[in-house]
C-alpha cells in the first residue's frame, strides 16, 4: 500500500523534471526578450548579460557554494534533489534554444507567462522536496542562524539585483521584467501552502 503522506521515487522524477523544464522554458523566454529575474537565477542572467556566457553554466557554478549550506539545513535528500533539478535546468536551459525560437514575443504577455511558467516550476519543485538552490538556502539558514525573516533576505537581494539590472538595461526592459517577478510571486504566494497538499 502507498504511503499518501509521501511521493514515490517516480513521483518525485517526473516531479523535478516537469518544474525543471518549465524553469528552463521560462528563462528561454526571458532571455529571449532580454529580461531579468530574481533570486540565484535573477543573479546568473545577469552575469550572463554582462559577460556573454551561457546562462545554463553561470548558474550551474552559481549554485555549487550553497549545497552545504542545503545539507545543513534541509538534508541530504533535498540537496540531492535540488542539485538535479539545478543540474537539469542547466543543460535544458543551454539546449532548448536550439529546438525553438520566436519571431515575434509581445514583452506584456512574455512577462506574465514567464511569471506563470516559473511559478509553475517552482511550485512542483517545492512539492518534491526540491528547489532551485541559491538565495533561497541562505534566507533560510540565516533565518535559523539570526532569526532576520527570509522573505526578508530574498527581497533584499531581489531589491540590489533589480538595482543593478537597471544600470544594465533599458528602464522598460526591467519594468516588464519586475511585472513577471510580480506574477510569479503571485503565484507562489496564493499556491504554495503545505496544508493544501495530500502528499509532502
Known sequence: MTDATHHTPLEDAQGIAYGAGMAAFAIVMLTH???VTGQTAGLAVLISYATGWGFGPVFFAINLP?????????????????????AL???????????VSFTYLNPGLGAVMIGFMSGAALLALFRHGASLGGVGIVAL?????????????????????FSVALALREWHTVAWSFLGALV?????????????????
Do not use: E
Request: overall charge positive; hydrophobic content about 50%; glycine content about 6%.
Open 141 to 161: 539558514y540565516l533565518q535559523d542562524r539570526t532569526g532576520f525573516r527570509a522573505g526578508w533576505t530574498q527581497l533584499i537581494f531581489d531589491a540590489c539585483l
Open 66 to 86: 550553497f549545497y552545504w549550506l542545503g545539507y545543513r539545513r534541509m538534508g541530504w535528500v533535498f540537496t540531492l534533489k535540488t542539485f538535479a533539478a539545478v
Open 33 to 35: 526578450l532580454g529580461f
Open 184 to 200: 510569479l510571486n503571485l503565484v507562489i504566494a496564493m499556491n504554495h501552502r503545505r496544508d493544501r497538499y495530500i502528499a509532502a
Open 89 to 99: 535546468v542547466s543543460v535544458l536551459s543551454t539546449l532548448m534554444p536550439q529546438w
